[in-house]
């Protein structure tokens, strides 16, 4: 319960730390678009006629999507997706790969966590809802 009785959303901690990897995952994205453009100043449509750098850019600009959608049932879905094309964008930089593989890794992670303290959370409200 909060403070003026009323009874809390359960499930939010999960959503809140999926968000949160999201967010940063996002940032981390568009510093690879920017080191593409970078190291190749000249690129070539690799993909309907878009650049690796735009293409970077709107998998950054998904990634803050999917955060602001993550209360959605298919939000983690979405998240998952991001953290597919994040490792796909090693193809572009070749740090993506690693960068995209340890984004996936905690995205994993904190989905489990939060499972669980949600879980956890839920069952503390029924307890105190029975006292």
């Known amino acids: ?4 009785d009323r009874p809390r959303p359960q499930g939010k901690f999960m959503w809140r730390m999926l968000a949160t ?3 940063g995952q996002g940032l981390v994205i568009f ?6 453009r970078g190291l190749d100043p000249d690129q070539g449509a690799v993909l ?3 650049t690796p750098f735009v293409l970077m850019c709107i998998l950054a600009v ?3 999507v999917a955060a602001g959608l993550m209360r959605r049932p298919f939000g983690p879905a979405l998240g998952w997706a991001v953290q597919a094309f994040s490792i796909l964008s090693g193809f572009f930089v070749g740090m993506m790969f690693v960068v995209g ?5 905690l995205y994993g992670y904190c989905q489990h966590v939060g499972r669980r303290v949600d879980r956890e959370q839920a069952a503390r409200a029924m307890t105190q809802q029975e006292s």
Do not use: C, K, R
Not at 101 to 105: D, G, K, P, W
């Open 31 to 36: 510093f690879g678009a920017l080191a593409s």
């Open 21 to 23: 990897v999201l967010g």
């Open 62 to 64: 998904l990634a803050i």
């Open 48 to 50: 309907a006629g878009l």
């Open 101 to 105: 593989i340890v984004f996936a890794l």
């Open 1 to 4: 319960m909060t403070p003026d």
